[in-house]
Structures are given as C-alpha cells and as structure tokens.
C-alpha cells in the first residue's frame, strides 16, 4: 500500500448525501504562474459577492466597540542569579533602582523597558478558580524581552507605582535560586482604544466570522501518522490496486537507491493518477467503496490527504471539507509543507462550497504562515509571496483588514483573529496600496491618543514592511520616516525606536 498522509480518529455521527458533481479544480497548483490566483476566477467572482455583502453590513452596523488596551507603562527590569537571597531582601524592602545597581550586579539589566500587563484566568482541575497577573516587556532595538507570572489578579495600580514586582524562583536539586524583578517608576495605565482604531478593529471582525476553523473534536496528526480505518482504507487499496500505485514496503529498510527508484516511480503514477481515477469512478465498485468509507463513522478525523481529495472530486466537496476540518495537520519539521498544504486545501473547498466563515481564516492562516511545526521555515514566500493579492482581488479594505488583526487590545470579540506584525508587515510589502497603507501605520505610530503598546506594534509593522520592500530608495526613505514618526513616542522609548541605516534588509 502507497505512503498516505496524515491520520487520526474521532466519532463523525454525520450520514452520507448523494453524490455532488466533482469538486472545480483550481488553478496549477499553489506555485503556479506569478499571475495566477489560488481560486478560480467562477469562485474569485462568487466570493466578490459575499466581501460586497460584508462591506455594506460593516458600514450599517452601528457604532465601534469600546475596546481597551492592556495596562501599560514604563518599567526597569532586572536578574539575578547571584547573591539571590540579599537581592530578594533588598527589593522587598524597597530599595530603589539605583542604590539596588550599585550595591548588587545584576546578570541583566534593562532600563526603560515599555511593560504590559494582564490577568490570565483558569480553573483547576477540581474546579477551583485560579488566576495569576502576566507582566511583559517589550523590547526595542537590543533590548532584553521578560516575562513574570505572579500568583493572584493584577494588583491595583497606584500600588504599582515606585515598586518591585517580584518573581523568585528557590535552589532546587535541578537548579540554583533565580530572581526577576521590574521597577515601575509610575503607575501602569490602561486606555481606551479611540473610535477609529476600533472601527478598524469591527471591520476586521465583520469580515472574520467567529467560526473557527477546525471542529472542537479535531486531532493534531503529523502527515504520516497511520490510524486508518477499515473502510477507507479497503477504498484506498482498491483505487491504488486499479491504477497501478507502486507500493511502500514500509516493515522493511530501503536502501538508498531503492528509496529513490520508488520516489521516481511513484512521482510518476502521482502525474498520471486523477485521470486513471477519473474513468475508475464511473465503477459501481468504486462508487460502493467510495460510499461506504464516507458513511464509516470512524473517517472523521481519520481521513488523508489523498481521500479527501476523491472526496470533493466524487462524492461531495462540503463533505470533504467536514473531514478536513476534523483534523489539525501539525508539521514534523521546518520543511515540512503539510500544514500549509492542509490549511490551502481547507481554503480552496471553503471557496467552492461558499463557506465564507472558515475560508477568510484559512486564507489568513496561509498568509500568517500561523501553523503548529517545530519551526518556522516560510518556504512558500519566496515562491508564492503571502497570498495578499487575492484579498485585494475580492475587493476587501486590506489596509483596514490588516491593521484590524494588527491592533491589540486585552478584550478583544469571541474568536478575534489577531495577525502576526512580522507577517503581516511581510505580506503588506506586497500592497497595491502603499501610499496608503505607509499614511495609515504612519498616523499610528504618531497619535499619541492611541496606547504606545499598540503605537510601538505599529512601528514594529512598518518596519517589518520596509524589509520586505524591493526598492533599497524606498527602504531609505521610509526609514527617515520612521524615524520622524517616533520622535514623537512616549519620550523613554525614542533612542531605542529610532531604526539606524543598515537594519532595513538584515
């Protein structure tokens, strides 16, 4: 039997449906033409729709919400593993920052640290609630990021101010004693976001519905996990048996130009399969075997790559979507392309069947790169760029799109999306829009009514967006207006927001 994809089990109580015509096949493939779109231009158009429903929905849907940021504020963080105990007593005491530099040597110091902070709420396992407060520095420049969790909820702001926050960790048989701490010279504030900002935030919310993409039941599966159950995979050989699929002896060891004789010989059935499989499916025993495997309950979250697609090619395109949003393709390494591929499949059926609430996710997945793997390779950029252009084909505000999932807030909606501001900087360098798009991030970064976590997370995606920028002129020229723009930050955070020449394209 052939090498399959990834699988799971999970209980499906869903019953099989007649037979749909076979699922549109797409454009060449996710590398195709540069020119070319992931959807086909029937579905491109049918998608238009849905996007100009949403848009005038948006502009009818009343006033923004009132969103909040995270408390925030100036800190000096330090750490030590030396002389913990003194140090621990010392800060307990109150000692202010500087007599504490003098007298101890920290093994890191930072100063002027821009700090956020909120609470994180659970319960244990027998059901008694539990809470902690999360503090975070964000770094700029070479600055030192921490993090410290403190048992209880946030402690009440004006305690904060010309205070330690402490996190001690004691000598144990595996470690040495540990300490971290922040000095808050004032009290941490928290904002509300202004009404514009929150607009952008409801744009993006009206767009993104909350459905998320995988069912609450789905499995995380790497691509060759084998748990394949009985009837797909009596499906499965009978459709590799009929078209001469080579098999995989995978309880022996191959030699290397035995693998290799096998790679080539089942590269070359894969180029000629749909077409075999197409005059295949007009078998009874292949519609009987088809059937059966879709009306197993046990496929559900089960299924490979390779059945899904026969799936939406002969059976129905809804259902193999359902089976794919049964299970969470998780990569096995940096090079490991299942997750993507998976993600783009869930995408490319969301398309077909109109199922508008899990292909505006997908897509943005693929776009955020925002997968589960052992690290992050981001092949499919450089050969496919981040997927923008189609966004901006279906007639979406991606600039209010973008900065909508860019912006953050400490009570965001149910199932808000929020985008990575390394990705998404990535995929607005590939704008049709960047006079507008640098305006917008500009006009963040600068508006000192917005909270400086979120200006600071604006001047991080424009950053990010000039090093992904072509043209070394414009790269220069963005970064001198950066440069004016942050001058008007909060004024601890200016020597270290101020981008020096050569950091655009490291």
């Not at 591929?341 to 059926?349: D, E, F, K, V």
């Amino acid at each position: 039997m052939c090498l399959l994809a990834s699988l799971a089990v999970v209980a499906c109580t869903t019953q099989p449906q007649p037979l749909e015509a076979k699922a549109e096949v797409g454009p060449a493939g996710e590398f195709g033409p540069a020119d070319s779109l992931v959807y086909s231009p029937r579905i491109m158009q049918q998608l238009r729709h849905v996007v100009d429903s949403l848009n005038l929905r948006h502009k009818v849907c009343g006033p923004p919400p009132q969103l909040r940021s995270f408390r925030q504020g100036r800190g000096h963080y330090v750490m030590m593993d030396k002389n913990v105990g003194r140090a621990l007593r010392a800060l307990q005491q109150g000692m202010l920052p500087d007599t504490f530099l003098a007298r101890f040597q920290p093994s890191q110091v930072q100063r002027d640290l821009l700090i956020i902070s909120h609470d994180e709420q659970w319960k244990e396992p027998d059901g008694r609630p539990n809470a902690r407060t999360m503090y975070r520095g964000i770094p700029l420049s070479n600055q030192w990021s921490c993090f410290l969790d403190i048992p209880g909820p946030a402690r009440a702001q004006p305690t904060e101010q010309g205070r330690w926050v402490i996190k001690y960790q004691p000598r144990t048989s595996y470690s040495p004693a540990s300490l971290e701490a922040i000095y808050f010279p004032e009290a941490l504030t928290q904002q509300e976001l202004p009404a514009q900002y929150a607009r952008l935030v409801q744009y993006a919310d009206c767009l993104i519905d909350t459905t998320l993409i995988y069912t609450r039941s789905a499995l995380r599966v790497r691509r060759y996990d084998q748990n394949q159950p009985k009837a797909e995979m009596a499906f499965m050989e009978f459709a590799h048996q009929q078209t001469l699929c080579p098999g995989y002896r995978a309880a022996e060891t191959y030699s290397e130009p035995e693998y290799n004789c096998y790679r080539r010989a089942r590269e070359q059935w894969d180029s000629l399969r749909l077409p075999r499989v197409d005059a295949l499916a007009k078998t009874r025993q292949f519609k009987a075997l088809l059937l059966q495997a879709v009306a197993d309950t046990n496929t559900m979250g089960a299924s490979s790559e390779e059945f899904e697609e026969y799936v939406a090619r002969y059976y129905s395109p809804r259902k193999a979507l359902e089976l794919k949003r049964g299970r969470r393709v998780v990569g096995g390494c940096s090079r490991d392309d299942s997750p993507r591929r998976h993600a783009l499949g869930i995408a490319r059926l969301s398309a077909e069947t109109m199922s508008w609430p899990t292909f505006l996710r997908a897509h943005l997945d693929i776009m955020n790169d925002r997968f589960s793997r052992v690290s992050d390779g981001g092949y499919a950029q450089a050969r496919r760029q981040t997927y923008l252009r189609e966004l901006e084909e279906l007639n979406i505000n991606v600039p209010h799109l973008m900065l909508g999932i860019g912006l953050s807030v400490v009570d965001p909606p149910k199932n808000h999306y929020s985008g990575d501001v390394a990705r998404l900087g990535r995929a607005l360098a590939e704008t049709r829009q960047p006079r507008e798009v640098e305006r917008q991030l500009l006009a963040l970064v600068t508006d000192q009514r917005l909270d400086p976590y979120n200006r600071v997370r604006a001047y991080y995606l424009f950053l990010h967006y000039i090093n992904n920028l072509p043209d070394q002129a414009t790269r220069r020229k963005n970064v001198d207006r950066l440069n004016a723009a942050v001058q008007q930050l909060p004024a601890y955070l200016i020597a270290n927001a101020t981008v020096k020449p050569e950091e655009p394209g490291n």
